[in-house]
C-alpha cells in the first residue's frame, strides 16, 4: 500500500471556523493533489502541487487554499468553513502525472454545521 | 477535456456471476487505471492499464488504446466485490474520472 495517511478522519465543525486538513506522504512523490467526492459529482480536483512550494488551482478551487512546505506534506485550508464545503476529502499522489501510478489516502470526511 | 464515460452505471448481479464494466474515453490518454471504491468508502487499486491485458485473482482488465476503450472483468462475484469502480485516465495535460459503475453483489 502507498504511503498516504489523511488526518483528520473525521471532523465536525461550525459554519465560518477555519478548518486544515493533512495528507502525509511517505513516498517521496512528487505531484499530490486534493479531491473531494460528492454524490452526483464524482471526483474533483480542487488543488494540486507539483513540488514543494509549486501549486495550482483545480476546478473547484473558491473557498479553499493549500500550502505544500515540504515533499511530504500538502494541506488543503478552509478559511471560513461553509455548509456547501460538507464533503469527503480525499489527498492522492503520483511520481509521474504523465504516466505515474495513482494513489489515494483513506479520505477525510468534513461535515459543517 | 477529456471525456470519460462508465457504463452501465448500475449492475446487480447474484452471487457467483460475471459481468463486465466498461470505460470509453475521448481522446488519446497517457494512461489508464481501475479503481474499486468499497462501500467504507476507501479508493483502493485494482489495475494501472494503458493498454493490454491483466489479470488479478478474479479480476482482469483490457484496454485498446487506439479504440479508447477499456473493459474490466470480474469473474464469480462475491459480495466483496460490491462498490463503485472508476475508471481514471491521463490524456490533454489533465487526469479525468468516470462518474463509476455501482455494483451490488447480492449473495
Known amino acids: 500500500d502507498a504511503g498516504i495517511t489523511q488526518s483528520p478522519r473525521h471532523k465536525v465543525t461550525e459554519t465560518g471556523t477555519p478548518v486544515t486538513l493533512r495528507c502525509h506522504q511517505t513516498e517521496n512523490h512528487r505531484y499530490m493533489y486534493w479531491y473531494r467526492q460528492d454524490p452526483g459529482h464524482g471526483l474533483r480536483l480542487i488543488h494540486y502541487?507539483?513540488?514543494?512550494?509549486?501549486?495550482d488551482k483545480g476546478e473547484v478551487s473558491d473557498g479553499y487554499s493549500v500550502s505544500r512546505s515540504k515533499t511530504e506534506d500538502f494541506l488543503l485550508t478552509l478559511e471560513s468553513a461553509t455548509s456547501s464545503q460538507t464533503s469527503v476529502y480525499f489527498c492522492a499522489i503520483t511520481a509521474d502525472r504523465n504516466t505515474g501510478e495513482l494513489f489515494f489516502g483513506e479520505g477525510s470526511r468534513l461535515t459543517v454545521l | 477535456g477529456i471525456q470519460v464515460e462508465q457504463s452501465p452505471p448500475d449492475l446487480i448481479l447474484q452471487e457467483g456471476a460475471n459481468s463486465t464494466l466498461r470505460c470509453n474515453f475521448s481522446?488519446?490518454?497517457?494512461?489508464l487505471q481501475w479503481f474499486h471504491q468499497n462501500p467504507w468508502g476507501q479508493l483502493i487499486n485494482l489495475f494501472y492499464i494503458p493498454s493490454g491485458t491483466k489479470q488479478n485473482g478474479r479480476l482482469s482488465a483490457t484496454t485498446v488504446a487506439t479504440e479508447r476503450y477499456s473493459l474490466l472483468y470480474i469473474s464469480s462475484s462475491q459480495t466483496t466485490d460490491s462498490g463503485v469502480y472508476f475508471c481514471?485516465?491521463?490524456?490533454?495535460?489533465?487526469?479525468?474520472f468516470g462518474k463509476g459503475n455501482q455494483v451490488v453483489v447480492i449473495p
Open positions: 502541487s507539483y513540488g514543494v512550494k509549486d501549486t
Open positions: 481514471a485516465v491521463y490524456g490533454n495535460n489533465r487526469l479525468a
Open positions: 481522446d488519446s490518454v497517457n494512461n
